[in-house]
Nanobody
Framework: QVQLVESGGGSVQAGGSLRLSCAAS??????????LGWFRQAPGKEREGVAL???????SYTDSVKGRFTISRDNAKNTLYLQMNSLKPEDTAMYYC??????????????????WGQGTQVTVSS
């Protein structure tokens, strides 16, 4: 059973940066072999995919974050990251990490992922 714990959210002004982390906990379960992703959900909106990374490090991003966000993973540390730069007020949301064994498929769809973290809030003020 994979347990995911996010950290690194907070409040920043537009143009600022944050780095989110997502650690696998609850034992020595490895991320290896999993598709990992970041999703976000703003109040009143559906959960949307932000970025995916597969087991060999191939990444994909939704258009609204391309060039500003970078997803990365460290399988040895069982940790997933999302570096967010040039943040905009429209990036404000609860951010969730997710994991699913196997390949990644784009666009990211929440229904494809079976393991989720509890979420970390990101608030960007103008």
């Amino acid at each position: 059973q994979v347990q995911l714990v996010e950290s690194g959210g907070g409040s920043v002004q537009a143009g600022g940066s944050l780095r989110l982390s997502c650690a696998a906990s609850g034992g020595t379960h490895s991320y290896s072999g999993y598709c990992l992703g970041w999703f976000r959900q703003a109040p009143g909106k559906e959960r949307e995919g932000v970025a995916l990374i597969d087991n060999v490090g191939t990444t994909s991003y939704t258009d609204s974050v391309k060039g500003r966000f970078t997803i990365s993973r460290d399988n040895a540390k069982n940790t997933l990251y999302l570096q967010m730069n040039s943040l905009k007020p429209e990036d404000t949301a609860m951010y969730y990490c997710a994991a699913e064994p196997g390949d990644c498929y784009f666009p990211p769809q929440p229904r494809r992922f079976g393991y989720w973290g509890q979420g970390t809030q990101v608030t960007v003020s103008s």
